[in-house]
Protein backbone atom coordinates (compact mmCIF):
# COMPACT_ATOMS: atom_id res chain seq x y z
CA UNK A 1 0.00 0.00 0.00
CA UNK A 2 1.60 3.57 -1.08
CA UNK A 3 1.43 6.72 0.16
CA UNK A 4 -1.53 7.62 -1.74
CA UNK A 5 -3.65 4.57 -0.49
CA UNK A 6 -2.83 5.53 2.93
CA UNK A 7 -4.00 9.17 2.19
CA UNK A 8 -7.34 7.33 0.77
CA UNK A 9 -7.56 5.72 3.70
CA UNK A 10 -7.28 8.31 5.89
CA UNK A 11 -10.18 10.55 4.20
CA UNK A 12 -12.62 6.93 4.01
CA UNK A 13 -11.73 6.98 7.83
CA UNK A 14 -12.84 11.40 8.51
CA UNK A 15 -15.67 10.66 6.27
CA UNK A 16 -17.26 7.66 7.79
CA UNK A 17 -17.05 9.44 11.17
CA UNK A 18 -18.39 13.18 9.47
CA UNK A 19 -21.59 10.94 8.52
CA UNK A 20 -21.63 8.78 12.30
CA UNK A 21 -21.91 12.99 13.30
CA UNK A 22 -24.49 13.87 11.28
CA UNK A 23 -26.61 10.73 10.48
CA UNK A 24 -28.99 9.90 13.04
CA UNK A 25 -32.60 8.44 13.83
CA UNK A 26 -33.93 12.48 13.77
CA UNK A 27 -32.49 13.24 10.42
CA UNK A 28 -33.58 9.73 9.21
CA UNK A 29 -37.52 10.52 10.67
CA UNK A 30 -36.91 14.28 8.87
CA UNK A 31 -38.22 15.18 12.60
CA UNK A 32 -36.02 18.79 12.04
CA UNK A 33 -32.95 18.46 10.36
CA UNK A 34 -29.18 18.54 12.51
CA UNK A 35 -29.19 19.88 16.00
CA UNK A 36 -26.14 21.18 17.44
CA UNK A 37 -26.71 19.90 20.71
CA UNK A 38 -28.15 16.56 19.80
CA UNK A 39 -24.72 16.34 17.80
CA UNK A 40 -22.29 17.32 20.71
CA UNK A 41 -24.14 15.80 23.32
CA UNK A 42 -25.09 12.62 21.96
CA UNK A 43 -23.41 11.43 19.20
CA UNK A 44 -19.81 12.74 19.21
CA UNK A 45 -19.58 11.40 22.53
CA UNK A 46 -20.28 7.88 21.19
CA UNK A 47 -18.71 8.22 17.64
CA UNK A 48 -15.40 8.98 20.22
CA UNK A 49 -16.67 5.87 22.14
CA UNK A 50 -17.13 3.66 19.18
CA UNK A 51 -13.96 5.01 17.26
CA UNK A 52 -11.41 4.32 20.63
CA UNK A 53 -13.04 0.80 21.27
CA UNK A 54 -12.64 -0.21 17.63
CA UNK A 55 -9.03 0.91 17.56
CA UNK A 56 -8.32 -0.57 20.57
CA UNK A 57 -9.57 -3.95 18.80
CA UNK A 58 -7.64 -4.11 16.38
CA UNK A 59 -4.45 -3.22 18.36
CA UNK A 60 -5.56 -6.16 20.54
CA UNK A 61 -6.13 -8.31 17.42
CA UNK A 62 -2.47 -7.56 16.32
CA UNK A 63 -0.91 -8.40 19.15
CA UNK A 64 -2.37 -11.91 19.66
CA UNK A 65 -1.95 -12.87 16.18
CA UNK A 66 2.02 -11.58 16.44
CA UNK A 67 1.88 -13.46 19.87
CA UNK A 68 0.32 -16.54 18.49
CA UNK A 69 2.14 -16.64 14.83
CA UNK A 70 -1.24 -16.70 13.65
CA UNK A 71 -3.06 -14.57 11.24
CA UNK A 72 -6.92 -15.78 12.76
CA UNK A 73 -6.08 -15.04 16.52
CA UNK A 74 -8.84 -12.48 17.81
CA UNK A 75 -9.08 -11.09 21.17
CA UNK A 76 -13.36 -12.38 20.86
CA UNK A 77 -12.43 -15.67 19.00
CA UNK A 78 -9.64 -16.57 21.42
CA UNK A 79 -11.55 -15.61 24.60
CA UNK A 80 -10.31 -12.62 25.94
CA UNK A 81 -12.86 -10.55 25.55
CA UNK A 82 -15.15 -13.38 27.21
CA UNK A 83 -12.75 -13.43 30.10
CA UNK A 84 -12.88 -9.49 30.46
CA UNK A 85 -16.86 -10.14 30.41
CA UNK A 86 -16.46 -12.31 32.97
CA UNK A 87 -14.54 -10.26 35.24
CA UNK A 88 -16.50 -7.01 34.58
CA UNK A 89 -19.79 -8.81 35.41
CA UNK A 90 -18.46 -10.61 38.63
CA UNK A 91 -17.05 -7.16 39.58
CA UNK A 92 -20.74 -5.19 38.72
CA UNK A 93 -22.09 -8.10 41.02
CA UNK A 94 -19.46 -7.73 44.04
CA UNK A 95 -20.25 -3.76 43.49
CA UNK A 96 -16.26 -3.37 42.69
CA UNK A 97 -14.65 -1.28 39.26
CA UNK A 98 -15.96 -2.77 36.27
CA UNK A 99 -12.56 -1.46 34.36
CA UNK A 100 -10.47 -3.81 36.97
CA UNK A 101 -12.55 -6.55 36.79
CA UNK A 102 -12.76 -6.52 33.12
CA UNK A 103 -8.53 -6.04 33.04
CA UNK A 104 -8.30 -8.98 35.43
CA UNK A 105 -10.49 -11.65 33.43
CA UNK A 106 -9.02 -10.71 30.39
CA UNK A 107 -5.46 -11.04 31.78
CA UNK A 108 -6.22 -14.17 33.24
CA UNK A 109 -8.04 -15.53 30.00
CA UNK A 110 -4.78 -14.38 28.48
CA UNK A 111 -2.54 -16.20 30.49
CA UNK A 112 -4.25 -19.70 30.19
CA UNK A 113 -3.87 -18.89 26.47
CA UNK A 114 -0.45 -18.41 26.75
CA UNK A 115 -0.08 -21.19 28.97
CA UNK A 116 -1.93 -23.58 26.91
CA UNK A 117 -0.29 -22.64 23.41
CA UNK A 118 3.20 -22.55 25.05
CA UNK A 119 4.07 -26.09 23.44
CA UNK A 120 3.08 -25.41 19.91
CA UNK A 121 4.95 -21.67 20.07
CA UNK A 122 7.38 -23.93 21.34
CA UNK A 123 7.93 -26.50 18.53
CA UNK A 124 8.23 -23.47 16.22
CA UNK A 125 4.91 -23.98 14.49
CA UNK A 126 1.44 -22.28 13.93
CA UNK A 127 -0.56 -24.68 14.79
CA UNK A 128 -3.37 -22.87 13.82
CA UNK A 129 -6.00 -25.43 13.86
CA UNK A 130 -4.93 -26.54 17.80
CA UNK A 131 -4.59 -22.80 18.84
CA UNK A 132 -7.60 -21.64 17.29
CA UNK A 133 -9.68 -24.32 19.11
CA UNK A 134 -8.04 -23.77 22.21
CA UNK A 135 -9.27 -19.82 22.31
CA UNK A 136 -12.41 -21.50 21.04
CA UNK A 137 -13.01 -23.33 24.53
CA UNK A 138 -11.63 -20.73 26.52
CA UNK A 139 -14.86 -18.85 24.79
CA UNK A 140 -16.89 -21.78 25.65
CA UNK A 141 -15.65 -21.76 29.29
CA UNK A 142 -16.09 -17.66 29.58
CA UNK A 143 -19.53 -17.55 27.48
CA UNK A 144 -20.96 -20.36 30.19
CA UNK A 145 -19.53 -18.61 32.82
CA UNK A 146 -21.29 -15.39 32.15
CA UNK A 147 -24.60 -17.15 31.15
CA UNK A 148 -24.50 -18.41 34.73
CA UNK A 149 -23.67 -14.70 36.25
CA UNK A 150 -26.77 -13.55 34.39
CA UNK A 151 -29.25 -15.89 36.40
CA UNK A 152 -27.84 -14.57 39.43
CA UNK A 153 -28.00 -10.84 37.93
CA UNK A 154 -30.90 -9.07 39.35
CA UNK A 155 -33.96 -7.92 37.27
CA UNK A 156 -33.66 -4.55 37.22
CA UNK A 157 -30.17 -4.69 35.20
CA UNK A 158 -30.69 -7.83 33.24
CA UNK A 159 -31.64 -6.45 30.08
CA UNK A 160 -29.01 -3.72 30.24
CA UNK A 161 -26.33 -6.81 31.29
CA UNK A 162 -27.77 -8.68 27.81
CA UNK A 163 -27.44 -5.77 26.12
CA UNK A 164 -24.14 -4.56 27.45
CA UNK A 165 -22.69 -8.47 26.70
CA UNK A 166 -23.64 -8.72 22.99
CA UNK A 167 -21.81 -5.17 22.43
CA UNK A 168 -23.94 -1.49 23.00
CA UNK A 169 -22.39 1.80 22.31
CA UNK A 170 -25.50 3.85 23.62
CA UNK A 171 -24.61 4.48 26.92
CA UNK A 172 -20.54 4.85 26.26
CA UNK A 173 -19.39 7.90 27.91
CA UNK A 174 -15.68 7.54 28.44
CA UNK A 175 -14.46 7.58 24.91
CA UNK A 176 -11.70 9.65 24.93
CA UNK A 177 -10.44 7.39 28.05
CA UNK A 178 -10.14 4.53 24.53
CA UNK A 179 -8.76 7.26 21.98
CA UNK A 180 -5.76 7.87 24.26
CA UNK A 181 -5.46 4.21 25.09
CA UNK A 182 -5.16 3.28 21.40
CA UNK A 183 -2.77 6.61 20.79
CA UNK A 184 -1.21 5.07 24.00
CA UNK A 185 -0.71 1.15 22.71
CA UNK A 186 -0.06 2.89 18.68
CA UNK A 187 2.89 4.50 20.01
CA UNK A 188 4.28 1.36 21.63
CA UNK A 189 4.02 -0.69 19.04
CA UNK A 190 5.44 1.39 16.60
CA UNK A 191 8.45 1.83 19.09
CA UNK A 192 8.72 -2.01 18.76
CA UNK A 193 7.66 -2.37 15.44
CA UNK A 194 11.43 -4.28 14.25
CA UNK A 195 11.31 -6.64 17.72
CA UNK A 196 7.36 -7.45 16.62
CA UNK A 197 9.03 -8.11 12.80
CA UNK A 198 11.25 -10.13 14.08
CA UNK A 199 8.88 -11.86 16.25
CA UNK A 200 6.73 -12.98 13.56
CA UNK A 201 9.88 -15.19 12.07
CA UNK A 202 9.76 -17.51 15.06
CA UNK A 203 11.20 -17.63 18.45
CA UNK A 204 13.80 -19.49 16.80
CA UNK A 205 14.95 -16.73 14.66
CA UNK A 206 14.41 -14.14 16.93
CA UNK A 207 16.26 -15.49 19.01
CA UNK A 208 18.97 -15.78 16.79
CA UNK A 209 18.65 -12.27 16.52
CA UNK A 210 18.93 -10.93 19.82
CA UNK A 211 15.56 -10.70 21.04
CA UNK A 212 14.15 -11.37 24.47
CA UNK A 213 11.43 -13.69 23.05
CA UNK A 214 10.02 -14.49 26.26
CA UNK A 215 9.57 -10.76 27.50
CA UNK A 216 7.79 -9.95 24.27
CA UNK A 217 5.55 -12.40 24.39
CA UNK A 218 4.45 -11.27 28.02
CA UNK A 219 4.62 -7.64 26.22
CA UNK A 220 2.48 -8.57 23.73
CA UNK A 221 0.30 -9.99 26.32
CA UNK A 222 -0.24 -7.58 28.63
CA UNK A 223 -1.26 -4.77 25.60
CA UNK A 224 -3.64 -7.61 23.37
CA UNK A 225 -5.20 -8.11 27.30
CA UNK A 226 -5.81 -4.42 28.80
CA UNK A 227 -7.09 -3.02 25.25
CA UNK A 228 -9.57 -6.03 25.19
CA UNK A 229 -9.95 -5.23 28.48
CA UNK A 230 -10.60 -1.21 28.37
CA UNK A 231 -12.56 -1.58 25.13
CA UNK A 232 -15.22 -5.00 26.87
CA UNK A 233 -15.53 -1.91 29.93
CA UNK A 234 -17.02 0.63 27.99
CA UNK A 235 -18.71 -1.08 24.99
CA UNK A 236 -19.25 -5.13 26.18
CA UNK A 237 -18.14 -7.84 24.23
CA UNK A 238 -17.54 -7.06 20.50
CA UNK A 239 -16.33 -9.46 17.89
CA UNK A 240 -14.29 -9.44 14.76
CA UNK A 241 -12.60 -6.74 14.66
CA UNK A 242 -9.15 -7.77 15.66
CA UNK A 243 -10.00 -10.55 13.41
CA UNK A 244 -11.01 -8.93 10.52
CA UNK A 245 -8.92 -4.69 10.10
CA UNK A 246 -5.46 -6.44 10.57
CA UNK A 247 -5.96 -9.13 7.67
CA UNK A 248 -7.87 -6.97 5.36
CA UNK A 249 -4.89 -4.57 5.94
CA UNK A 250 -2.33 -7.61 4.90
CA UNK A 251 -4.54 -8.67 1.96
CA UNK A 252 -4.23 -5.02 0.75
CA UNK A 253 0.01 -5.42 1.16
CA UNK A 254 0.58 -3.68 4.50
CA UNK A 255 3.40 -5.76 5.90
CA UNK A 256 5.09 -3.76 8.32
CA UNK A 257 4.29 -3.55 12.12
CA UNK A 258 5.03 0.50 12.12
CA UNK A 259 2.43 0.85 9.12
CA UNK A 260 0.00 -1.96 10.55
CA UNK A 261 -0.34 -0.58 13.61
CA UNK A 262 -1.73 3.05 13.19
CA UNK A 263 -3.47 1.62 10.13
CA UNK A 264 -5.27 -0.66 12.08
CA UNK A 265 -6.32 1.23 14.92
CA UNK A 266 -7.25 3.48 11.91
CA UNK A 267 -9.96 0.96 10.77
CA UNK A 268 -10.29 -0.29 13.86
CA UNK A 269 -12.23 2.81 15.09
CA UNK A 270 -13.63 3.44 11.17
CA UNK A 271 -14.81 -0.13 10.94
CA UNK A 272 -16.85 0.30 14.58
CA UNK A 273 -18.07 3.57 13.79
CA UNK A 274 -19.77 2.82 10.21
CA UNK A 275 -21.18 -0.60 12.01
CA UNK A 276 -22.83 1.89 15.22
CA UNK A 277 -24.08 3.97 12.41
CA UNK A 278 -25.99 0.81 10.47
CA UNK A 279 -26.58 -0.63 14.34
CA UNK A 280 -28.38 2.99 15.26
CA UNK A 281 -30.51 3.66 11.82
CA UNK A 282 -30.77 0.42 10.06
CA UNK A 283 -34.28 0.04 11.82
CA UNK A 284 -34.83 3.22 13.42
CA UNK A 285 -35.82 4.72 15.75
CA UNK A 286 -35.41 1.36 16.96
CA UNK A 287 -31.84 0.18 17.89
CA UNK A 288 -29.55 -3.05 17.08
CA UNK A 289 -26.61 -4.63 19.77
CA UNK A 290 -23.72 -3.46 17.52
CA UNK A 291 -21.91 -6.18 18.43
CA UNK A 292 -24.37 -8.34 16.51
CA UNK A 293 -24.10 -6.52 13.64
CA UNK A 294 -20.11 -6.61 13.86
CA UNK A 295 -20.63 -10.37 14.45
CA UNK A 296 -22.87 -10.02 11.10
CA UNK A 297 -19.56 -8.37 8.92
CA UNK A 298 -16.92 -10.54 10.84
CA UNK A 299 -18.16 -13.96 10.62
CA UNK A 300 -18.55 -14.49 6.85
CA UNK A 301 -14.87 -12.50 6.28
CA UNK A 302 -13.56 -15.16 9.38
CA UNK A 303 -15.18 -18.14 6.92
CA UNK A 304 -13.65 -16.60 4.11
CA UNK A 305 -10.17 -16.13 5.79
CA UNK A 306 -10.26 -20.35 6.49
CA UNK A 307 -11.10 -20.95 2.89
CA UNK A 308 -8.38 -19.25 2.11
CA UNK A 309 -6.09 -20.39 4.19
CA UNK A 310 -7.26 -24.09 3.30
CA UNK A 311 -6.54 -22.85 -0.80
Same mark, same amino acid.
Given at each position: ????????????????????????????????????????????????? *?????????????????????????????????????? *?? /? *??????????????????????????????????????????????????? =???? =??????????????????????????????????????????????????????????????????????????? /? /????????????? *?????????????????????????????????????????????????????????????????????????????
Amino acid at each position: MDLTDQRLTLVAALLIAGAALLIGAALLLGSGGLDAQVILTLRAPRVTA *AAGVGALLALSGLAMQVLLRNPLADPYVLGTSGGAAVG *AL /L *ALLLGLSLWLGAAAGALLAGAVLLVLARSALAEGDDASARLILTGAMIAAI =TGAT =TTLLLTITPDEYLRGAIFWLVGDLSGAQQGWVCVLAAVVFTLALTLRARSVDRMLLGSEAAALLGEPVRRRRYEL /L /LAASLAAAIAVAT *AGAIGFVGLVVPQLLRFAGVQRTRDLAWMSALGGGALLVAADLAARTVVAPMELPVGAVMALIGAPLFIGFLLRGSR
